[in-house]
Structures are given as C-alpha cells and as structure tokens.
C-alpha cells in the first residue's frame, strides 16, 4: 500500500496551492481519505476529510471557506485546494487513508495508511 503526496512547495501568504495524493495497492472507494498536517514544533492535526463516495466532507475549523479537498475514485486520488495560505500554515502535510472510519472527521488512531508528506512553506 503506498500512498504518495506531491503538489508542496514555498508560496508568499494570500498564495493558493494545490496537493495531490495518489494511492495504490488499496481498494482506493473503502477508504475515507484526509489530509493533515504537522507544523515544526507541534503535533500533527487533521486538516479535511472526504467520504469514501466523495459526498461528505470536513474541515477543521481554521482552513473552513479557504481549503477544498476532493477525490477521484477513478484514478485514485485525493486533493487539496488551498487558497489565502498563511504564514502559520507552513507545515509538512499528510495525506492519510481510513478504513474503520465512521465519519469524514478523522482521527489519527482511525488511520490505517499515511503518505510521507509534503512541505509547503508559507512566507510573510
């Protein structure tokens, strides 16, 4: 099972940014699919959540009106649009993979696979 995010970089704040994560060696449809990220010093936090059907998603509250996270159970992939990034975003993102989970709120012990993350740096 891998999952493979790409799409970081460094971008000036008020910038946007999109992530992709591309998954393989899972049925792709079974799991909710999220991001997170982990900020240096501080512990990694759930960003956005997306059904498995793609209907139902969720934001933690501080990304809510700037992020979009979508999925394509076609090609297996999940994004994340991100528009307004702040200086305080700066962060290795994460995209994450759920079998168990109940809802698109997910939690890090829900977790059954991880990307290896991607830096997006945001300056001031």
């Known amino acids: 099972v891998q999952l493979q995010a790409s799409g970081g970089g460094l971008v000036q704040a008020g910038d946007s940014l999109s992530l992709s994560c591309a998954a393989s060696?899972?049925?792709?449809?079974?799991?909710?699919m999220g991001w997170f990220r982990q900020a240096p010093g501080k512990e990694r936090e759930f960003v956005a959540g997306i059904s498995r059907g793609g209907g139902t998603t969720y934001y933690t509250e501080s990304v809510k009106g700037r992020f979009v996270i979508s999925r394509n159970n076609a090609k297996f992939t999940v994004d994340l649009q991100m528009y307004g990034l702040k200086p305080e975003e700066t962060a290795v993102y994460y995209c994450?993979?759920?079998?168990?989970?109940?809802?698109?709120?997910?939690?890090?012990?829900?977790?059954?696979?991880w990307g290896q993350g991607t830096q997006v740096t945001v300056s001031s």
């Open positions: 060696g899972v049925t792709f449809r079974n799991y909710v």
């Open positions: 994450a993979a759920s079998w168990r989970a109940r809802n698109t709120l997910l939690d890090e012990n829900d977790i059954d696979y």
